[in-house]
C-alpha cells in the first residue's frame, strides 16, 4: 500500500488521513483493520495508541464500526461516501486499460441502440459491475424486420426490430384460435408491407386479421416512438452482482436486484447525474448495501444521458471512476461523429407528466 502519510501529518488532518488510509486498506484486503495494521501500512509517524483514539472517536461519528470488541474497524456507508467524494478528481486508469477501452467503444455506426449496448456490455465486463443508462430517443429510425410468436392460443408477441438496433414488442389478441401456420403467414404480411416485396396468399379470414394486426402493431410503435415522457434504459450486468461477497447474504442481494429492477429509481439516479453534469457517486442510504457511480455523457458537447455502475460497497472506487471517465469521453465521440455522419438527429424526453384525469372547476 502507497504510504499516505509519509511525515506526520498537521493534527487537524490526520483523523481524515486515518479514515482513508483505513478504507484504501479495507478495500485492498476486505479484512477489517486495526491499529498495528494501519500503523504498518504507511502510518508509521502515529503511534497504534493515537490510532486507537481516532479509531474510537470515528466509530463516534457514525464513520467506523467494530464487531468486536478486540477486533479491528471497518468502515461504514457514510465512510465509503466521504472516501468516494474525496477522490472523485483523482480517478485511476492504466493508459493500457484507457486505450484499449477508446478502441473498443470508437465505432461510427447507425446501429445506435446496439452500439449503447455493446458499450453497457463492454463497461460491465471491465467494472466487474452491473451497468445501466440513459439515451434520448434517435429519430429517422425504421421498422426493418418483424418476427411473430404464439404466446397462447389467443395472444401473439410481436417483435418489432429497427434499423437502429431497436426491439419493441406489442401484444396482439384474436378472437380465435391461431395455428403457427397462420401466424408464419400473417408474418409473411407484415413483410411484404414493409418491404413491398413477395405478397403472401392469404385467406380472406386470414387477410382482414393480418391487416388488422398490421396496423394495430405499427400505430402503437409509431406512437411510442413519437411521445414518451422517460429516457430509454439499457441494461446488463444483472448476474455479476453475484460475484461479489457482499452479496452472498440472501437480503443485500435481493435489495441490489431489487434496486437494478426498479425502473423509476435508476431513472431518477441518471437524471440527477445528468442535471449534476458531472461524476457522481452515491453510497448506501436508499441504496442499502449498494454503491452507483454514473457520469453524463454527450452529444454535440449537450448532455443526452448518463452512465452508471452498481455494485456493493468494496468496490475500487478510484480505477472505476477511471473507467466511467474514459468510456463517457469514447461514447460522447462516437455518438456525435455518428450522429453527423449518418444525419440523425435525436429528441429528448418531455418530463412533465399528463394530468389528464384531473378535475377542473368550472
Known amino acids: 500500500m502507497k504510504n499516505l502519510s509519509p511525515r506526520k501529518p498537521p493534527k487537524d488532518q490526520r483523523e481524515r488521513l486515518?479514515?482513508?488510509?483505513?478504507?484504501?486498506?479495507?478495500?485492498?484486503?476486505?479484512?477489517p483493520v486495526g491499529s498495528n495494521t494501519l500503523r504498518e501500512n504507511g502510518f508509521e509517524a502515529l503511534s497504534s495508541a493515537t490510532i486507537r483514539?481516532?479509531?474510537?472517536?470515528?466509530?463516534?461519528?457514525?464513520?467506523?464500526?467494530?464487531?468486536?470488541s478486540s477486533g479491528g474497524r471497518t468502515p461504514t456507508s457514510l465512510a465509503f461516501q466521504l472516501y468516494a467524494e474525496a477522490h472523485l478528481k483523482s480517478p485511476k486508469l492504466d493508459e493500457k486499460e484507457t486505450k484499449h477501452l477508446k478502441k473498443v467503444l470508437t465505432k461510427e455506426t447507425r446501429e445506435l441502440a446496439s452500439y449503447l449496448q455493446h458499450a453497457a456490455e463492454t463497461i460491465s465486463e471491465m467494472?466487474?459491475?452491473?451497468?445501466?443508462?440513459?439515451?434520448?430517443?434517435?429519430?429517422?429510425?425504421?421498422?426493418?424486420?418483424?418476427?411473430?410468436?404464439?404466446?397462447?392460443?389467443?395472444?401473439?408477441?410481436?417483435?418489432l426490430i429497427?434499423?437502429?438496433?431497436?426491439?419493441?414488442?406489442?401484444?396482439?389478441?384474436?378472437?380465435?384460435?391461431?395455428?403457427?401456420?397462420?401466424?408464419?403467414?400473417?408474418?409473411?404480411?407484415?413483410?411484404?408491407?414493409?418491404?413491398?416485396?413477395?405478397?403472401?396468399?392469404?385467406?380472406?379470414e386470414e387477410e382482414t386479421l393480418a391487416t388488422r394486426f398490421y396496423g394495430e402493431a405499427m400505430l402503437r410503435h409509431l406512437v411510442g416512438t413519437s411521445n414518451f415522457s422517460m429516457e430509454d434504459i439499457?441494461?446488463?450486468?444483472?448476474?455479476?452482482?453475484?460475484?461479489?461477497?457482499?452479496?452472498?447474504d440472501a437480503t443485500a442481494l435481493a435489495e441490489g436486484l431489487g434496486l437494478f429492477e426498479n425502473r423509476s429509481a435508476l431513472q431518477t439516479l441518471l437524471q440527477e447525474c445528468a442535471k449534476n453534469g458531472n461524476l457522481s457517486c452515491w453510497i448506501g442510504g436508499a441504496l442499502?448495501?449498494?454503491s452507483a457511480i454514473a457520469i453524463p455523457y454527450r452529444i454535440h458537447q449537450n448532455i443526452v444521458g448518463a452512465i452508471a455502475i452498481l455494485g456493493p460497497h468494496r468496490i475500487p472506487y478510484r480505477k472505476l471512476?477511471?473507467?466511467?471517465i474514459a468510456a463517457s469521453d469514447a461514447i460522447s465521440t462516437s455518438l456525435t461523429k455518428s450522429l453527423y455522419k449518418f444525419r440523425i438527429s435525436y429528441r429528448q424526453p418531455q418530463h412533465e407528466p399528463l394530468h389528464l384525469l384531473e378535475k377542473k372547476n368550472d
Not at 467494472?127 to 401473439?156: E, I, M, N, Y
Not at 439499457?234 to 452472498?248: E, I, M, R, V
Open 288 to 290: 442499502k448495501g449498494c
Open 321 to 324: 471512476f477511471g473507467i466511467l
Open 162 to 204: 429497427t434499423d437502429f438496433g431497436l426491439v419493441h414488442t406489442e401484444t396482439l389478441y384474436a378472437d380465435k384460435k391461431l395455428s403457427n401456420f397462420t401466424i408464419k403467414r400473417i408474418e409473411a404480411y407484415f413483410h411484404y408491407k414493409l418491404t413491398g416485396l413477395d405478397k403472401p396468399t392469404l385467406t380472406p
Open 234 to 248: 439499457t441494461k446488463t450486468g444483472f448476474s455479476k452482482l453475484l460475484a461479489f461477497a457482499d452479496f452472498n
Open 18 to 31: 486515518v479514515l482513508l488510509g483505513l478504507i484504501e486498506l479495507f478495500l485492498e484486503t476486505g479484512k
Open 53 to 68: 483514539n481516532y479509531f474510537s472517536k470515528l466509530e463516534e461519528e457514525g464513520l467506523l464500526k467494530q464487531q468486536h
Open 127 to 159: 467494472t466487474g459491475c452491473a451497468v445501466f443508462l440513459s439515451s434520448p430517443r434517435f429519430d429517422q429510425d425504421f421498422v426493418t424486420d418483424v418476427k411473430l410468436v404464439a404466446v397462447d392460443s389467443h395472444r401473439t408477441m410481436c417483435i
